[in-house]
């Protein structure tokens, strides 16, 4: 029943995505996580495989030339992600549906890609400000990267209204709680 259906989920850095999507494949047996490409270093905890496949520059340009991604692109300066075809089809043979949480540009791509099989969520924080409050919270942040993902922040907003559904972040149970009902009527098609 899920077979070939992809779920993608993206925001602005600092909307609570990953937490969101953590809770999604906690509650939902239908839905594996899809594992992304990157080219930037682990951070702290992060495991190769689990978190992502991080991959050298060389490594990702020549998974490009072998058309290995269904979407990969450049997000920050030298920084390349991308979702492997192998990774979705992973998922797929194990009759499951790909849960790719990826930023908006690629989430457009796919969506392009997969039409009617796949539902893009945008999960958005309720302002900007909020947003930022956030991502100073998590203490990760330099002034210049803060202003980077700010910047980037509003520029992703301008494509919300391109999403099947945007889900605002302002009650974390909530907003989980939503995400969660709008997959499984999109599965349950």
Do not use: H
């Not at 920084?79 to 690629?106: F, S």
């Not at 457009?108 to 409050?133: C, H, T």
């Amino acid at each position: 029943m899920t077979l070939n259906k992809i779920i993608i989920i993206t925001a602005p850095s600092g909307s609570g995505k990953t937490t969101i999507v953590k809770q999604l494949l906690q509650r939902s047996p239908k839905l594996a996580f899809s594992i992304s490409a990157c080219t930037r270093m682990p951070r702290p905890g992060e495991v190769d495989g689990k978190d992502y496949y991080f991959l050298t520059e060389t490594a990702f340009r020549n998974k490009i030339e072998e058309d290995a991604f269904i979407e990969w692109e450049m997000v920050y300066t030298g920084k390349y992600y991308g979702t492997l075809k192998t990774e979705v089809n992973r998922i797929w043979d194990n009759e499951q549906a790909p849960l790719v949480d990826i930023d908006v540009i690629g989430a457009l791509n796919i969506k392009k890609q997969y039409g009617e099989k796949s539902i893009s969520i945008f999960i958005k924080a309720p302002s900007v400000e909020e947003l930022r409050n956030r991502l100073e919270a998590r203490g990760t942040e330099s002034p210049q990267t803060l202003q980077e993902r700010l910047d980037k922040a509003a520029y992703e907003l301008s494509f919300a209204e391109q999403f099947d559904t945007i889900i605002v972040n302002d009650n974390l149970d909530r907003a989980i709680e939503e995400t969660l009902q709008v997959i499984d009527a999109f599965i349950r098609q």
